[in-house]
């Protein structure tokens, strides 16, 4: 029997598992990723991945938020309405202050603003930091 994962399901598993982020547990100075998982209100993956195409990115890049990748289930009941990425950051007070420095940024604001302009395109938000095992081959 064929094991079939479902990235966004591993993601809530991970977050339930509590095996983001902890206070003590990240070392201050070691990268951290985090992975986001956006669910977009019915009709609207279109328009968030549109977002995401011509907007989000350049604008988390100039954050300092290093871009690794972003996926949408081809399959099952997530298929159509939702969106996973992976951020990379120095550490995780980078990732704060770059998520602070984001949500601040005026372009961000009007770029939001004109996207939602018929109605929020995202309905939910899970995010969970991890840091790479001694042995994984991502760093």
Not at 32 to 53: C, M, P, Q, W
Not at 59 to 64: A, M, P, V
Request: hydrophobic share 35%; net charge positive; with cysteine.
């Amino acid at each position: 029997m064929a094991l079939r994962m479902n990235w966004s399901v591993c993601v809530v598993g991970l977050s339930a598992l509590g095996l983001g982020y902890a206070a003590g547990h990240a070392q201050p100075d070691r990268r951290v990723f985090e992975i986001r998982t956006y669910t977009a209100h019915e009709g609207k993956l279109d328009s968030l991945n549109a977002r995401f195409r011509d907007h989000t990115t350049r604008l988390f890049s100039r954050h300092g938020m290093t871009n690794v990748g972003y996926w949408t289930p081809v399959e099952g009941p997530l298929a159509g309405n939702t969106l996973t990425y992976i951020l990379a950051f120095p550490n995780l007070d980078a990732a704060k202050k770059s998520w602070d420095s984001f949500r601040n940024d005026p372009e961000w604001k009007k770029v939001r603003a004109e996207s939602e302009a018929n109605g929020p395109i995202v309905s939910k938000i899970e995010s969970v930091f991890l840091q790479p095992t001694d042995y994984s081959p991502v760093k």
